[in-house]
Each structure stands twice: as C-alpha cells, then as structure tokens.
C-alpha cells in the first residue's frame, strides 16, 4: 500500500473576540516562477541565496512612469539614480530607455563614464565632491549640482584652470509640508541662503547656471508635497529671470517617489495606499504649467527617481534553514537570507510567499535570517505555510538599495541573475569568494604565523 | 506522554479543552498523533506507526513529533502530572 504524503504536524489555538476589519486573511498565493523560470530551478542552478532581477519589469515599469509624466508635460527627462542599483546591467536598460546617469560620488561618476554614458548627460549629485572629481567633470561639461558654498567656491577656482565653464546647478532644500524636512543638503530656500547662492554663481561670471535641484526627502507619501517644491523652484527661476534676465535650461526635482512596498507599522499595503506615478506627475506637471513660466517656454523636468522605478523587479529567493520554537511556544523559522541582503527589511514588511504548494495551514512565524545577530530578523510576524528545511521562499521587491547597501558581514554575497524579456537567466554579478575579501588584505610580515 | 483526556477531538480536526474553554484546530497529522496518543501509545510506538503510514524518515518525524508536543504541553493539551 502507498504511504500517504506527509506534512509536519500543527496545531493552532483560536482566538476569540471581535472579527479582523477585513475579515478574509490575505494569504498570497506560491511564487512558483519568476518571470517563466522556476523558482527551485534557478535555486537549484545558482545558489541559494539568489538575487534576481526581472528586465521585463524593470522597462515595464520605467516605461509606466515616462509615460505618466510625458503625456503631462513637454519635456521630461529620467535620470538614474545610481545609489538606488549601480550593477551595470541595471544601469544600462535605464540608459537604454533612455535615462540620463545621476551619480552622487567619484566611484558613481566614474562607473556612468564605464557604462558609456554620455558625460554631458552625467548630473554629479552629492556633498562631498573633490578637486579632482570637480575637474573632471567641469572638463567632461557633465551637469555639477552645487550643494554648499564650499564647493561653490570651489568650483570657481577649479573654473580657472578647466577646459570649459562649468555647468551648475544648485540643490534647493525647503519646506514642503513634509516630516522630517531634509535640510542637510544643499540651500534653503525660506531663509535666503538658496537665493544668496544664484546671485554669487551669477555675479561670479565664472559659472554656467543651467538649473535649479531638490531632492525633497525619501519615500514621500504625498504628491502635494512635489506640488511645493515645483512651486517654489520655479518662483527661483522667475526672480532669476526678472534680476538677471537668466532663462533656466532645467528644473530637477529630484527621487524620493514611494515604492509598492509596504512600511512597516502601515496599517494597509503600499499597493494600495502609496501614490502612483500618475498622482506625482499630475502634482509636478501642474505647478510648473500653471507657475510663471509663459507656454513654450517651460524648462526641461528632470526626475531622479530610482526606488519606485527598480523595486519591484527585485525578488531575494532564499531557502529555509531550520524551524525552531521560542520560549512562548512561537513558531521561528531561520532562512539563509538576512539583513546582510536585505537592508530594506529595517523599514518594509517585504511581502514573503512559499516558492512551492501547501496545504490551508498556516502559522504566525518570525522569520529570522542566517547571521549570529539578534537584529536579523527579516519579518517579526508574518503568516506562513507550514515549512520545512529546505523549502524556497521568494522576497519581493526587493530591487531598491538592497544590491549598494548590502553588506559583507559573517556571509560571502550570492550571485545576481538577470531575467531577460525572453525568459533566459543571465548572472549579472558573481557571488563572492573568499579570496574576494583575502585579496584585499595584508598580513604585516610579524604576523604571518600564529606560532609564538 | 499522556493527552488531557477531557478534551473533545471532532474528525475534522476541532479540538475543544472544556477545563480552560479554549479550542484549537489541528492537522491530518496533528490529529492523527492526537488520536494515537488518546489510545495509550508511547512516543515510539506513534513513530513506529508514522513511519509506517506516511512518507516521511524516522529523524524528520521525531524531530517534528518532539516540537509537536512540546507545543501541546504550552497549550495545557497534556495530563497535568506530565
């Protein structure tokens, strides 16, 4: 006789009381395919922990965004954030659809010139740009957006002795009804220092002013508050055409736009509640038409959005180490995937689903990750299938910040595969060796032997 | 390892505890081990029968046998001298 199939034992105390707000319990359904390709195949072919990325999606969703924002204004212009996702396969399918490089360091700027950017269409964002960097940029006429008067300072000297002037623009910090209100890059706008800043770069003669920045905050829940920061830029950009007759090429307002994910301590899904492209670009579109600026005339939009852009095409396949109990008979469930992958785990409730079929039970599971650290927990509660060693589960959206911010601590990185629209994996990045950290080391010779 | 034996058990899996006035749902599995252990089995002799009826090892089993009933003594499922 065949035996039955088997699935671990479980039992499940109901709790009494009122009824949950939404009734039905949200239980996603397996993620057994990414893209086409089989969870437990790319697994099994690359490694688990395996970063995977999804081209279609990432057009897809870039294409989503340009259109809401070209089908409201005339002239828009992405602009890749680089710290958001610098492997290069990601860069160049932005660059491919035609995105610009936003780069905010030397390694940045010098890894856009790698891809084959265009410099002139390379903006140097950032608070701590060198001489050097400074040259090369003004010499390459890359766009340099100016963040304190130190630099602006420096700049004109470095003006001195370039090829070319450079082309600025400063970053604009203000007021946008927003908390906490990010005044630690750039100008402010409310107390003068912004418009201080425009009359040295236009008295300087030194300069080419080509646009005015902001970068109002990150994971900005509120479309109006773009509505703001366009509003008082483009108030700038009249004063500079009424005192110095300067017409702005540019208005850039930066990234900060939410992502699908979920906050953590949100009472309702991201998908549900965060704006979407179209709620931004009616904001910003809005301002800057109904603003100063006389029709044909409006300056170019610039957009450095990059978490809402490359988020969802991020998915963390992982595998499940071990199941264990806590002292209050709480289910945990250790996977190979911790906060050393997944940085974005500190402020999302990544959505989380079995990579395989299950049965309708379910348990509420604290999902910790693989590091000897009490921080690593990637989920404090979350409502899992019964699982077991080695089953997969898929992270999802995970494609923001998660792949520059990683860290090498306790575990070598795992590989990155790229799906393309046709289905086929490609690995876009290798996992890590040992002697990917050795290499970099150097043994003073006293302490070449650990014999006394 | 004796079960409480006031508690209700339904087939489908309903268990009700009438000492505390607390009801839990279980598994095949669960219930099937419940239903052993109410008819005076040891521990080995579930293993035994488990092993025997379902597709699973002796080690993946007493593993989950032992969380099992670890979770059934938090829960007060247990005869109270165990």
């Known amino acids: ?452 | 390892m004796k079960i409480n034996p006031n508690l209700a058990v339904s087939e489908s899996g309903f268990l009700f505890n009438p000492g505390t006035g607390e009801s839990f749902t279980v598994n095949p599995t669960g219930a099937e081990i419940i239903r052993l252990l109410r008819e005076g089995l040891s521990l080995e002799q579930v293993i035994d029968a488990f092993t025997e009826q379902f597709q699973v090892d002796r080690h993946t089993f007493e593993k989950d046998l032992h969380d099992f009933s670890g979770i059934l003594k938090t829960y007060n499922l247990l005869e109270k001298d165990e």
Not at chain 1, 198 to 210: A, E, P, Q, R, Y
Not at chain 1, 305 to 314: C, P, V
Not at chain 1, 377 to 392: E, F, Q
């Open chain 1, 1 to 452: 006789m065949e035996k039955q199939k088997y699935e671990r034992p479980h039992i499940l105390r109901l709790e009494t009381g009122m009824p949950g707000k939404f009734g039905m319990r949200n239980e996603p359904a397996p993620t057994t395919h990414i893209d086409g390709m089989a969870v437990s195949e790319l697994a099994e072919k690359y490694g688990s922990p395996l970063f995977v990325l999804s081209e279609k999606t990432i057009r897809s969703v870039y294409r989503q965004a340009y259109k809401a924002f070209s089908t409201r204004y005339p002239k828009v212009q992405f602009a890749w954030s680089y710290k958001t996702n610098y492997l290069s396969a990601v860069c160049n399918i932005f660059h491919q659809e035609g995105s610009w490089a936003e780069v905010v360091s030397g390694f940045e700027y010098d890894k856009a010139l790698a891809n084959g950017v265009d410099p002139k269409k390379i903006i140097f964002n950032g608070p701590a740009k060198t001489r050097e960097e400074l040259l090369l940029a003004t010499n390459n006429e890359s766009l340099i957006h100016i963040d304190h008067l130190d630099e602006l300072y420096l700049l004109i000297e470095v003006a001195e002795h370039a090829d070319h002037r450079p082309r600025v623009a400063i970053r604009v910090n203000m007021d946008t009804g927003i908390y906490p209100m990010w005044d630690r890059f750039g100008f402010n706008y409310e107390n003068g220092q912004a418009w201080d800043a425009l009359n040295k770069i236009m008295h300087s003669g030194k300069l080419d002013l080509m646009g005015l920045h902001t970068h109002i905050g990150t994971f900005i829940m509120s479309a109006n508050a773009y509505a703001v920061a366009a509003t008082k830029l483009a108030e700038l950009a009249r004063l500079l055409q009424v005192k110095f007759n300067h017409k702005l090429k540019y208005i850039d307002l930066g990234g900060g736009f939410a992502s699908k994910n979920t906050l953590k301590g949100s009472y309702l899904p991201g998908s549900d509640t965060n704006p979407s492209f179209n709620d931004y670009a009616e904001a910003i579109s809005s301002a800057l038409i109904n603003s100063h600026f006389a029709p044909g005339e409006l300056p170019m939009l610039i957009l450095e959005t990059g978490r809402a852009l490359i988020d969802e095409a991020g998915y963390i396949i992982s595998s499940v180490i071990a199941n264990k109990r806590m002292s209050t008979g709480r289910r945990a469930t250790i996977i190979d995937a911790g906060v050393n992958l997944l940085f974005t785990s500190f402020w999302y409730q990544h959505s989380i689903t079995v990579a395989q079929g299950t049965s309708q039970y379910r348990e509420d599971t604290s999902l910790y990750g693989p590091l000897c650290m009490n921080i690593d927990c990637i989920r404090d509660s979350i409502n899992l299938p019964l699982l077991n060693p080695g089953d997969h589960l898929v992270i999802h959206q995970t494609g923001a910040y998660n792949l520059t911010q990683w860290m090498q601590f306790i575990h070598l990185r795992p590989k990155v595969v790229m799906i393309d629209e046709m289905g086929d994996a490609h690995i876009v990045r290798e996992n890590e060796e040992m002697e990917s950290i050795t290499g970099l080391e150097k043994l003073p010779g006293h302490l070449s032997s650990i014999k006394a």
